[in-house]
């Protein structure tokens, strides 16, 4: 079992940068891939980064490429979003999740659990 909480949300202008982070509790935080995920109001949940629980592989969705950074560190069971040249369309709840699969996974249904999600709004 292991039970995620976020925190590093809040309001920023655009062109701005936030760092989320991504507190696991639980022994076994390091066999997990994490990914960060985002829901925009009235949009489906989709995808942001992904890191390999060796730390060796990232993934990112394109829209974020070159202006996020998905991190972590095993020995404080945390993972990181560094967020940097914030557009509005940022704006969204923000998830972290761990998944048990072999490989990294950008899909939803593969992670087994979920943080309660943290706000970023990104003013115009």
């Known amino acids: 079992q292991v039970q995620l909480v976020e925190s590093g949300g809040g309001l920023v202008q655009a062109g701005g940068s936030l760092r989320l982070s991504c507190a696991a509790s639980?022994?076994?935080?390091?066999?997990?891939?994490m990914g960060w995920f985002r829901q925009a109001p009235g949009k489906e949940r989709e995808f942001v980064a992904a890191?390999?629980?060796?730390?060796?592989?990232?993934y990112y969705a394109d829209s974020v490429k070159g202006r996020f950074t998905i991190s972590r560190d095993n020995a404080k069971n945390t993972v990181y979003l560094q967020m940097n040249s914030l557009k509005p369309e940022d704006t969204a709840v923000y998830y972290c999740?761990?998944?048990?699969?072999?490989?990294?996974?950008?899909?939803?249904?593969?992670?087994?659990?979920w943080g309660q999600g943290t706000q970023v709004t990104v003013s115009s």
């Open positions: 999740a761990a998944s048990r699969t072999i490989v990294m996974s950008t899909i939803i249904q593969t992670y087994d659990y």
């Open positions: 639980g022994r076994t935080f390091t066999i997990y891939n």
């Open positions: 890191i390999s629980w060796s730390v060796s592989s990232t």
